[in-house]
């Protein structure tokens, strides 16, 4: 298991390299409050000196510390895989050597060796004072630092500013709460350990470093308490209590340490000396705790846990890396490759988009929309529900009323009384009406036209994902099509039109529907007339006093003419001879309205229609409605066909000739397969962080099962 924690570096470096934090790795946190002494518990665990020391705000940036032990025959760096233990045992592997028991690697600087610990600590200043400035201010950048030596065990340890409250220096007014969210952004991590660093002088019960360490972690399961200067106790009291976890229990224990003062650190007291007195301190004042306290425990304490953390969260990770690989890989294979042969490339994209967008009309397309009707199936449904719907609800007799329909008939007459309806009038009033069909029609040829519209963007956000790479060959393959489809609008409509204008152009009374209608109409009709005839004979007064002619109309109505027909009183008779107004009005039966005066005085005379006025209009209704309703059936069966044919499957047929013509050209090439300015570095930054994620699955999979126990 001891091999764990060299395999969480090698995987820290891996996502160094793409600057990504989209792995959450396993690691140790330090926290707590300005000057509790985490840089000192650090350093104690390193062993030597390498830490910026000092009062005040000392650690400005994050530091991520990797440890690594080497057994001290192999105290020889080399330039093979410095996580790699076999790299260092075995000496063929030896490409660049040089004499020490230990030495330091920076992230920022390469591949440069530090065998002097007071250069690592004097660059570590120097790279914190060049992004976070030389007067206090903080940074969340984090610095990279590994560790090789023979004195330390295998950890990776992340040292964070102390928690502040007033701002110092050049420090903005909310530094403590850019501090905090510096915390919290590293302890979210459910894959760290949090090392809540609590000074010994100080009430635990006000420990900042716990409560922030509480919020993240309620359960306690990630968190271990460090009691630092136990030697600065106040005399007479002891830390035997807050050791004991009797003040504030903590899960995974609590381990008090003793670090150098800083009169220690400045008469260069060594760590191996301040451990040695940290014994004797532990032996003297807790003699009952020291085999559970100081910082050697401290360390094997959190190799251990480290161990055990990373075991855990393993699976997970290994889980994790994989679907982000999937993933990036799909990202990638999205941006396409760099465009070698241009003038194949082009060729290849504009034949790829018009088989999608025949694929899409057909409902082939590899993208199925699940979320609305596209396409052919949009299409389908404005022919057979939009336009089909729309159709059927324009009523055939819609717009006329009974005296439209009497006055037709009186305007096909002329001067002459007419004995039989005269078909004129009826093929006036059924062309009045079949025009009405015209508007729909054209306007499911719209519909139509913007679905057709509506595809080239499906198939550019569904289909031909490369065309994104190109925005210019993108527009100019929309404004081809478009172009197109603007073309055949004109044409379409000019059809439709033509169809509903054969349909005026011949009134064809002979078609089989309109005869079978009629000879059951007719019959219809004539049982109707016997049944009030049989009915109305009883009370039948003959009308001695009406206008000539009149006489024989009342014996024979079908001989009639129209004044014959009119039932008015003979008050009413004298007065529209004189041309005067009527005295008054007769009630209004269902059929009437406003009559139109027999001698063309624009007075409304309200009156009953008599039965020959009934009989007439209910010839014409009927007949309007049975030619209307085949008429209505041809126009719904023909505009789809037409509209399939002009607009459709021309647009099918010739779409891509269309774009090879307009687009397929030398001087053309450069232009349109210019990709958009962000392209070539987001697919660079894919790839990178594809060979990251690849890099570490291969890691993690060569860890074998007997390594996790």
């Not at 030495?103 to 060796?113: A, E, P, S, V």
């Not at 030596?149 to 500013?161: E, I």
């Not at 409902?363 to 299409?379: F, M, N, P, Q, V």
């Not at 059924?430 to 036209?449: A, F, G, T």
Request: hydrophobic residues 40%; charged residues 25%; contains cysteine.
């Amino acid at each position: 298991m001891e091999a764990l924690i060299p395999v969480i570096n090698k995987l820290q470096d891996v996502f160094n390299t793409v600057g990504a934090d989209i792995i959450q790795l396993p690691q140790i946190v330090v926290v707590g409050t300005q000057s509790s002494g985490k840089s000192s518990v650090l350093e104690s665990l390193v062993g030597r000196d390498l830490l910026p020391r000092g009062t005040g705000v000392v650690t400005r940036r994050p530091l991520i510390l990797q440890l690594v032990h080497v057994s001290p025959e192999d105290g020889r760096k080399t330039a093979g895989d410095e996580n790699d233990p076999a790299t260092w045992k075995n000496p063929r592997h030896l490409s660049k050597e040089i004499d020490a028991e230990e030495w330091g690697k920076f992230l920022h600087t390469k591949n440069k060796i530090y065998t002097d610990f007071d250069e690592i600590r004097q660059e570590i200043e120097n790279e914190t004072e060049r992004i976070s400035g030389n007067n206090k201010g903080i940074s969340p950048e984090p610095i990279h630092l590994k560790i090789f030596s023979s004195n330390v065990v295998n950890l990776t340890l992340v040292d964070l500013p102390g928690m502040t409250k007033v701002p110092v220096g050049d420090q903005p007014k909310d530094i403590e709460l850019q501090i905090r969210e510096l915390i919290l952004q590293f302890i979210s991590n459910p894959n760290s350990i949090i090392l809540a660093v609590t000074a010994a002088n100080t009430d635990m019960a006000t420990s900042e470093a716990l409560k922030i360490a509480r919020e993240v972690d309620p359960d306690g399961r990630r968190t271990l308490a460090v009691i630092t200067k136990l030697d600065l106790m106040d005399a007479g009291t002891d830390a035997m209590d807050v050791l004991m976890g009797r003040v504030i229990p903590v899960k995974l224990g609590i381990i008090g340490v003793v670090n150098r003062s800083q009169l220690d650190i400045n008469n260069k007291k060594s760590v191996a000396d301040s451990i040695r007195d940290e014994y004797g301190f532990l032996q003297k004042k807790y003699p009952s705790l020291a085999n559970r306290n100081g910082t050697k425990y401290l360390a094997r304490t959190l190799n251990r846990l480290l161990m055990h953390h990373i075991r855990d969260c393993l699976p997970e990770l290994k889980t994790r890396i994989n679907v982000l690989a999937a993933q990036y890989q799909s990202l990638l294979n999205s941006y396409g490759e760099p465009v070698e042969d241009k003038s194949a490339t082009l060729l290849q994209l504009i034949t790829k988009f018009a088989t999608e967008y025949c694929n899409t009309i057909e409902g082939t397309a590899k993208y199925i929309e699940t979320s609305e009707l596209c396409g052919g199936a949009r299409i389908c449904y404005i022919f057979h529900e939009t336009f089909g719907r729309t159709l059927e609800s324009v009523d055939p007799l819609g717009g006329l009323n009974t005296i439209d329909i009497l006055t037709a008939i009186r305007n096909a007459t002329g001067p002459r009384p007419a004995l039989f309806v005269p078909e004129v009038s009826f093929e006036l009033l059924v062309k009045r009406q079949i025009k009405r069909l015209e508007e729909p029609s054209l306007r499911c040829v719209e519909l139509v036209h913007e679905e057709m519209q509506r595809i080239i963007q499906h198939c550019s956000n569904y289909s031909t994902q490369e065309l994104l790479r190109f925005p210019k060959l993108h527009d100019a393959i929309v404004e081809v099509v478009t172009c197109l489809l603007r073309r055949r609008l004109p044409v379409t409509n000019e059809m439709v039109h033509n169809l509903v204008a054969i349909e005026l152009a011949y009134i064809n009374t002979k078609h089989p529907d309109f005869a079978d209608a009629c000879g059951l109409m007719n019959n219809n009709i004539e049982e109707q007339r016997r049944n009030r005839l049989a009915r109305e004979l009883p009370s039948a007064v003959p009308r001695d006093k009406a206008a000539p002619g009149a006489g024989d109309v009342s014996q024979e109505p079908g001989t009639g003419n129209w004044r014959g027909m009119l039932k008015t009183s003979k008050a009413e008779e004298v007065s529209a001879e004189e041309k005067s107004k009527p005295a008054a009005a007769l009630p209004a039966s269902p059929q009437k309205g406003h009559a139109v005066n027999l001698l063309d005085v624009p007075v409304p005379v309200a009156r009953k229609l008599s039965a020959r006025e009934q009989r007439d209009c209910e010839v014409i209704e009927r007949l309007i409605k049975s030619y209307f309703l085949i008429v209505r059936k041809n126009i719904q069966d023909s505009v789809p066909k037409a509209v399939m044919h002009f607009l459709v499957n021309h647009v099918k047929d010739t779409l891509q000739s269309e774009l090879v013509g307009q687009l397929y050209k030398s001087l053309l090439l450069d232009d349109l397969l210019t990709e958009s300015e962000d392209m070539a570095q987001r697919r660079k930054e894919a790839a990178d962080m594809l060979k990251a994620l690849q890099r570490a699955s291969q890691i993690i999979a060569e860890i074998r099962e007997t390594h996790l126990w």
